[in-house]
């Protein structure tokens, strides 16, 4: 008997722990998307703030770190995902150019509104790549909020743009070394 009841606390126990455990598990992921990626020097690239896994998401914000010899930040619009709950007020954030930030891009529902589930795009980000090479683009201050107004456990993952020479450039370093390699040859064989 006592054996049965052992088993059952067990059994319980571990369906409380199994229950916990997927409620860790259960939370939102913000990533980030550039198009094109790589982009060509001279070009403009958007990059997508998306959201996935999201449970009664009602307000977020964060602020985007960038390499400011790669990209300039040219402006920054509202996404879908959180007009599908309702309407919303948007901040775009502040950019500033010369740190290669854009600071407290935020969103929220305006009304007594249950939050949004799913997944979908919450802001939009517009550059003009200045320069070769890669920029990391990290988030900070990163916060979801439901309709309660609590925090929801999210995990924020950042992401890069490559900046590439246009195809032009290629071809003009290319018959360079070329006409390079010709003259070393002539100047060899006399």
């Not at 600071?103 to 007594?112: D, I, Q, R």
């Not at 799913?118 to 200045?130: D, E, I, P, R």
């Not at 360079?176 to 070393?184: F, H």
Request: avoid cysteine; hydrophobic fraction near 50%.
């Amino acid at each position: 008997m006592n054996m049965v009841k052992l088993s059952k606390k067990t059994l319980l126990a571990a369906a409380l722990g199994l229950a916990a455990w997927g409620s860790a598990l259960a939370q939102a992921t913000v990533s980030l998307s550039a198009t094109p990626n790589p982009v060509n020097v001279g070009s403009t690239v958007q990059v997508s703030v998306n959201i996935s896994g999201a449970l009664d998401l009602y307000a977020y914000q964060f602020s985007l770190l960038f390499n400011p010899a790669v990209l300039q930040a040219t402006g920054s619009s509202d996404g879908s995902f959180l007009s599908g709950g309702g309407t919303v007020f948007f901040v775009p954030g502040a950019i500033d150019n010369t740190a290669g930030s854009i600071n407290f891009t935020a969103a929220s529902l305006l009304g007594l509104l249950p939050g949004v589930d799913g997944s979908g795009t919450l802001a939009t980000l517009n550059f003009n790549v200045t320069g070769f090479g890669t920029s990391a683009l990290n988030f900070a201050d990163g916060v979801l909020v439901n309709s309660e107004l609590g925090d929801l456990p999210a995990q924020f993952v950042d992401g890069a743009v490559q900046a590439v020479p246009e195809p032009g450039t290629w071809l003009m370093l290319g018959l360079g070394l070329a006409a390079v390699a010709g003259a070393a040859r002539r100047r060899s064989a006399a």
